[in-house]
Structures are given as structure tokens and as C-alpha cells.
């Protein structure tokens, strides 16, 4: 099991370099048209399928420090480089983290881009940001809670972590969302029925994450809660009935 559990990042990482080649939508990266309208305030970004994140989430960027963990592929670095934020970027996909210097040499600005484990310990000082921007991405690890303490560490007092992250919904259904079929928590490292259902639809590894783990997890590591709102699949029959199967929270430093 130990060997899996080691194993299981790499072939998430080979997995979404494939999807990209696909056209995935999360690997898109943001035309010059858009980079330049954000260059005039016009602007949004997305931690999950539909809803943007409210602009009073961030306040004002310019001249702030910011990391985009696990958010490669030259989507949201973009547009906070260009509202005068100081960026860097952390991916496990070599893909991501290639888009994302695409883009920045596109636009003729500076990235740091890093190609780097989440859930290991990040290759950063205590104190070094301003601000966290965490796209739905830790369904593709067995372990949350290490992550959290290490965004609490590595921001400054005050600072802010925005993150979106799947409900367990989704894990619990069958492909065409009208039967449970899975019980919880979604752990294919564990259940081999699971992982065959996800090699089946080439998902990856990928694993549910109960709201203790989520946001109580954020609250163990010190956070404070801010805001939060919640979001659909954007497609498919749990979106057509409007059930919600992501969340987004906004929590802060003390």
C-alpha cells in the first residue's frame, strides 16, 4: 500500500498532462485579450466549474506576494500579475507549470513557477505571502490536514487563503448521477473497486475529503473562517437539479 500511496501523485501528474493535450479546462491558459482587460480592472477568476470568486475576497493586489498552489496552466497567475501582484506558482504537472512560463513570456512579465509535491512541505519561507489561491485540486490527495498547516505557515500574520474544494458528492454517485454507489470515503488506495472506477473514466486517483477535513482542517491549522459560497458541477444531472458539489472558502491568518 505504501508504495501506491508514494506512486499515486505521479500518475495524477502524467494524468492531467494528458487531459491538457485533450483541451481540458482547467489547462487552458487566458488569451492576451483577457490579460489585457485585466490590465484595465476587467477581470474574474474561478476556484470552481462556475461561480468567480468576489473580488472583496482579494482587496487590493498591487505590490502583494501571492502563490497559486496547485494552480499551473497560466489561468489565474496571469491576471493577478497583471492587478500588480508579485506571483509565484506551484504545480505538479510539468504542463501547467510550462503554460504558465508560456504566458508570462507572452506578456512580458516574471513568474516564479515551481514543479514541486503539495504534499510534501513547500519549498517556501514562513511568512512569505500575502495571499493563497488554492483551486479545487486536493481531491487528488489522500491527506488535506498537512496541507492546510502548510499554507497557514508560509503565509504572513493577516494573510489569506482562498481555496475551492470538491464536495464529497461527487464521489458518491455513479458516472451518469442517478445511483449512490460508493460509500465514503472515496478511497481508491484502500478499495479496489474504487480505483477500477477510476481507471475506468481515466480520472486519475483521486479521493473524497470530508468538511472536517476541509474547513475543519483549516480551522486546526489557526484560520479563521471569512466567507465561503458553493458551486455545481457546471454540467450533468447534479448540476440540471442545482445540487452543489464544490465549495469555496475564504479564510485568513491570524
Not at 468576489?54 to 502583494?64: E, Q, S, T
Not at 442517478?178 to 481508491?188: A, G, K, Q, S
Request: proline share 6%; net charge negative; with cysteine.
Amino acid at each position: 500500500m505504501e508504495t501506491k500511496e508514494k506512486s499515486y501523485r505521479d500518475i495524477n501528474a502524467e494524468t492531467i498532462d494528458r487531459w491538457i493535450d485533450g483541451g481540458w479546462q482547467w489547462g487552458v491558459p487566458v488569451s492576451h485579450e483577457t490579460y489585457e482587460k485585466a490590465l484595465r480592472g476587467e477581470w474574474d477568476v474561478y476556484l470552481t466549474p462556475t461561480k468567480p470568486v468576489p473580488h472583496a475576497w482579494f482587496g487590493d493586489l498591487k505590490g502583494k506576494k501571492v502563490l497559486g498552489l496547485a494552480s499551473g496552466g497560466g489561468q489565474q497567475i496571469p491576471i493577478f500579475t497583471a492587478l500588480g501582484a508579485e506571483c509565484t506558482v506551484l504545480d505538479y504537472s510539468e504542463k501547467q507549470i510550462a503554460t504558465e512560463a508560456a504566458v508570462a513570456a507572452r506578456e512580458g512579465y516574471r513568474v516564479r513557477a515551481v514543479r514541486a509535491d503539495m504534499t510534501e512541505p513547500l519549498p517556501f519561507a514562513d511568512g512569505e505571502f500575502d495571499l493563497i489561491f488554492h483551486p479545487v485540486s486536493n481531491c487528488y490527495v489522500r491527506e488535506v490536514r498537512p496541507i492546510w498547516r502548510e499554507c497557514y505557515r508560509v503565509l504572513k500574520p493577516g494573510g489569506v487563503l482562498i481555496a475551492g474544494m470538491d464536495h464529497y458528492i461527487n464521489y458518491m454517485v455513479d458516472s451518469s448521477e442517478e445511483r449512490i454507489v460508493n460509500h465514503l470515503p472515496f478511497d481508491p488506495l484502500s478499495d479496489p473497486d474504487q480505483m477500477r472506477q477510476l481507471e475506468e473514466d481515466d480520472a486519475g486517483v483521486q479521493f473524497s475529503h470530508s468538511l472536517e477535513e476541509q474547513i475543519g482542517g483549516q480551522l486546526e491549522a489557526g484560520f479563521t473562517l471569512t466567507d465561503l459560497y458553493e458551486d455545481t458541477n457546471g454540467e450533468g444531472r447534479l448540476h440540471e437539479l442545482n445540487i452543489p458539489t464544490f465549495i469555496a472558502t475564504r479564510a485568513e491568518k491570524d
